[in-house]
């Protein structure tokens, strides 16, 4: 799963083509059993993003749900593996924050200040490529049942750790603090 703008600047810096061509290139047995949900708003990229999905065969691999109400989103993360957001550059990436709260391991890039949120809870890129990222889905796919709630129980962990408001609240009176 990923959430963008559907703008072509968006897809551009999120990396979506490459996603898509990383999910094309994985074996036959692992394709089948890939599916990925584009989540977005409504921009100038809908239709070339659409023709893109069709013409690389992915129809059967892709959902597109443009505009999304919040509960649709929610249900999403909720039934998703894996949340990807390889950006070329990226703030604190609330989405991939909002993926984790539901316990879903994030693949982030490590060009971004995505690593520190998602800590060793995810899987960070070492390089945006359709190499990294299936290497990343393989990987993810051969997990064990066990591995796999392992991982996401780590992700939860982080975000209560790490992320939650008291921790926050906490971090901004000790800045607070050190200003006196």
């Known amino acids: 799963m990923t959430v963008c703008w559907l703008a072509k600047d968006q897809l551009m810096r999120k990396s979506i083509i490459v996603l898509l061509s990383a999910i094309k290139s994985l074996p036959g047995d692992i394709l089948r059993n890939t599916h990925l949900t584009i989540i977005g708003g409504k921009g100038d990229a809908v239709g070339e993003l659409q023709s893109f999905i069709i013409e690389a065969g992915l129809s059967p691999n892709v959902t597109l749900l443009i505009d999304a109400d919040n509960d649709t989103k929610i249900a999403a993360y909720q039934e998703t593996d894996l949340y990807f957001q390889p950006s070329t550059y990226e703030g604190f990436g609330n989405s991939v924050l909002e993926a984790m709260t539901y316990g879903t391991p994030a693949i982030v890039s490590g060009l971004t200040a995505q690593p520190e949120v998602v800590k060793d809870s995810g899987y960070v890129l070492r390089e945006i490529s359709e190499e990294?990222?299936?290497?990343?889905?393989?990987?993810?796919?051969?997990?064990?049942?066990?591995?796999?709630?392992?991982?996401?129980?780590?992700?939860?962990?982080?975000?209560?750790?790490?992320?939650?408001?008291?921790?926050?609240?906490?971090?901004?009176?000790?800045?607070m603090m050190d200003l006196k």
């Open 132 to 175: 990294c990222i299936s290497e990343v889905i393989i990987e993810n796919h051969g997990l064990t049942a066990v591995a796999r709630q392992k991982l996401r129980s780590k992700t939860l962990d982080v975000v209560l750790t790490e992320h939650s408001f008291d921790r926050r609240l906490r971090d901004f009176q000790a800045i």
